[in-house]
């Protein structure tokens, strides 16, 4: 069962592999059941992309399944959507190579960057003195007290909408995480992350009303 306990990261395919193995019997013909508290998971980690959750879970599994495969393969997906305009996007990134990684790419994009930070506190901070379109944050921030039911980046989301208005896409490996706080997240892009993964998270951002256009 999917209980909120999965924290390894995709980088070596156990998340997929476990989300897998829970849902594929949807798939059989006829299909394995599962758990209410599944059902729940399977929809909320849905709705982070998009996906119409108010469907049967085994239609809901089955294009989440091929979302997740091709986040875990950079090397599958369609090409880049368009955005409108530039962005001001801030980044929380507590890796340094992966924040000045991902501040050339927004920057080459065409898009202002306010960051990258690396804790939550310093992040609040300027979004007090920065208008900002859109927030790129890690879930899970090195320094997070180990005894906290969840981590810097989703806290900092959670005070950017409710403070300033401002929506946020989670940069995680931590899928439980991702589900759980669901609802504080316009989009997803999971870790390991292609370039084109972000600038598509953005997209999406963009194309559901999260930001304006």
Do not use: C
Not at 61 to 78: E, F, S
Not at 181 to 188: E, N, P, V
């Amino acid at each position: 069962m999917f209980d909120g306990t999965l924290t390894t990261r995709l980088d070596d395919g156990a998340d997929l592999a476990r989300l897998r193995a829970l849902y594929d019997g949807l798939l059989d013909h006829p299909p394995t059941g599962v758990s209410v508290e599944a059902r729940a998971d399977l929809a909320a980690m849905a709705r982070i992309f998009d996906l119409d959750a108010d469907r049967p879970p085994a239609e809901v599994w089955r294009d989440l399944r091929a979302v997740l495969t091709r986040q875990a393969d950079p090397d599958i997906g369609d090409e880049v959507a368009p955005v409108s305009r530039p962005l001001t996007l801030m980044v929380v990134e507590d890796d340094p190579e992966m924040a000045a990684d991902l501040t050339e790419l927004l920057t080459n994009a065409g898009h202002g960057v306010v960051g990258p930070f690396s804790d939550a506190a310093a992040a609040m901070t300027a979004a007090g003195l920065h208008a900002i379109d859109l927030a790129l944050l890690d879930i899970n921030l090195a320094g997070d007290p180990q005894d906290q039911s969840e981590g810097g980046g989703v806290a900092l989301a959670r005070t950017l909408k409710q403070s300033w208005g401002v929506p946020a896409i989670f940069l995680s490996g931590d899928v439980a995480a991702a589900a759980r706080h669901a609802r504080l997240a316009t989009a997803l892009v999971l870790k390991p992350y292609s370039g084109r993964d972000v600038l598509n998270g953005i997209a999406r951002a963009v194309a559901n009303g999260a930001v304006a256009r």
